[in-house]
């Protein structure tokens, strides 16, 4: 079984909306929703996520945007938005999913997430990362 099979294992076993196999072969669940526990970790060490594998329930664009910035190497997620894709393909970032939808929705599923729609046209992912990180 490859880590990203192992971690997507974990994150469905367990019912954990990410979990993260760090470079230094730590693996730990997070269960915040949308993108809090990802700011959280790199808030903490903006270095924490360099070489690591992410297993998350959703990426979107800034998901995915952030996540390129620090440096993940290969991410799974249950669904993906078209805006999130060609971010990936861009930075050579390996990239699993088991949906992919339009866009993100907001909390009461009446729309687009208001983060995915202020981003969705931007093409600078700094820009995305230095402004939900600040």
């Given amino acids: 079984m490859t880590k990203l099979e192992e971690i997507k294992e974990i994150l469905h076993q367990k019912n954990a909306s990410l979990v993260v196999s760090y ?25 924490a996520l360099k070489d690591a ?8 664009k800034v998901a995915g945007s952030i996540l390129t910035v620090a440096g993940v190497k290969e991410i799974y997620t249950d669904v993906i938005s078209k805006f999130a894709i060609p971010v990936l393909d861009k930075n050579n970032i390996t990239y699993d999913y088991g949906k992919l939808v339009d866009y993100i929705q907001n909390n009461d599923k009446s729309g687009m997430c208001p983060m995915e729609n202020k981003y969705k046209d931007e093409t600078n992912i700094y820009v995305i990362y230095n402004e939900m990180l600040k």
């Avoid at 730590?26 to 700011?39: G, L």
């Avoid at 594998?53 to 979107?60: F, L, P, R, S, T």
């Fill in 53 to 60: 594998i992410i297993a998350d329930k959703v990426i979107g």
């Fill in 23 to 47: 470079s230094n072969g730590e693996i730990k669940e997070y269960y915040k929703n949308r993108i809090n526990d990802i700011k959280e970790i790199l808030k903490e060490n903006p270095l």
